[in-house]
């Protein structure tokens, strides 16, 4: 071969390379206080990907829902409520994958001098929740549960930097968050949470990662968010099974002490479970029982909230775990 034609055929690799690089995938993906992305980092979950991946932190669920709706997001982390909302409102939208937090990981905390006791001293409180999330859906199902209603009470709305912040000050007597805003408010500001105040038997403590239709149908993103499903479902995996190197992570990746975190891990509990059409039974009865009270202002049907197509490689993850949990 003459060396016209190796340099040629040296250049003509080296432009398909970068052609190849050039066309790398961009993930942009939301979280909620960066959990799921530390644990796949921290687990080499992220290592050798074959797509880049743009994260986005937010401290609730409720911003990603708006990222995602306003296209700043392809993927999304987050709880299933405030799924809900921006479904209903009609957001390109769909939940492509789960996972299961223990329920009790989301709780109604109270000061120590407030007076509450029981659940049925709630009456005539001052509660924050954020509105239209798990605090919301917590402190209605709880007000059942003591049997009294939304009357008996004074809601404030408030997000969860805010919330605690009101508790610790005494603007409010009660406060209902998840983790780790449990485990922080309770190790550094002395909260307590209120007997039978857990989420155990109101909440489904399910999470979803969510997509936009677009990346759903974009055939490049579409491999990589299956991919990044089965990655999450084994880093979960390796964060149930690491629980003190994982909390160490956590702790320096969020500057939070390790004592919280641990405490964290230890409280949700998160494992990924099988992404199927069981999931819609759960998140039918939510829809129903935040129209009931009004906090959606129409009835909504759910069945065709979910794309199953993406999950296989995930499902087969969480299927092969040790006591595989299925909804």
């Not at 034609?5 to 432009?15: E, G, K, Q, R, T």
């Not at 982390?77 to 990981?105: H, R």
């Not at 000050?169 to 485990?183: F, H, K, N, Q, R």
């Amino acid at each position: 071969m003459k060396i016209g034609s190796i340099v040629a055929a040296i250049l003509l690799s080296i432009s398909a390379s970068n052609a190849l690089a050039a066309e790398k995938v961009t993930l942009r993906l939301g979280d909620v206080k960066g959990d799921r992305f530390v644990a796949l980092k921290a687990s080499g979950q992220l290592d050798n990907l074959p797509y880049q991946l743009k994260l986005s932190s937010f401290d609730s669920g409720a911003p990603v829902q708006e990222a995602l709706n306003a296209g700043a997001l392809d993927v999304g982390f987050t709880g299933d409520l405030p799924f809900l909302f921006v479904y209903a409102a009609g957001a390109p939208v769909k939940a492509v994958g789960a996972w299961q937090n223990n329920p009790d990981s989301i709780a109604l905390l109270t000061r120590p001098n407030a007076g509450i006791q029981q659940l049925s001293d709630l009456k005539g409180k001052q509660i924050a929740v954020n509105r239209g999330g798990w605090g919301h859906y917590l402190i209605l199902g709880l007000l059942e549960r003591a049997g009294l209603t939304q009357k008996d009470v004074t809601l404030r709305f408030l997000g969860p930097v805010d919330g605690r912040a009101a508790l610790a000050s005494g603007a409010v007597d009660a406060w209902a968050p998840w983790e780790p805003y449990i485990a922080t408010s309770m190790q550094v500001d002395g909260s307590q949470r209120v007997p039978q105040g857990g989420g155990k038997g109101i909440m489904s403590g399910y999470s979803y990662a969510l997509a936009r239709e677009e990346a759903i149908n974009d055939p490049a993103k579409r491999a990589a968010i299956s991919d990044l499903l089965a990655r999450l479902a084994k880093a979960q995996i390796w964060a149930r099974q690491h629980p003190q190197q994982f909390a160490a992570t956590l702790g320096k990746s969020l500057n939070m002490p390790t004592a919280i975190t641990e405490k964290w891990i230890a409280d949700a509990q998160i494992r990924p479970i099988n992404f199927d059409q069981r999931l819609e039974v759960t998140l039918q009865k939510s829809a129903d029982f935040f129209f009931k009270y009004q906090v959606l202002p129409k009835a909504v049907d759910v069945s065709q909230a979910f794309d199953y197509s993406l999950a296989g490689a995930a499902n087969q993850v969480a299927k092969q775990q040790q006591g595989a949990t299925t909804p």
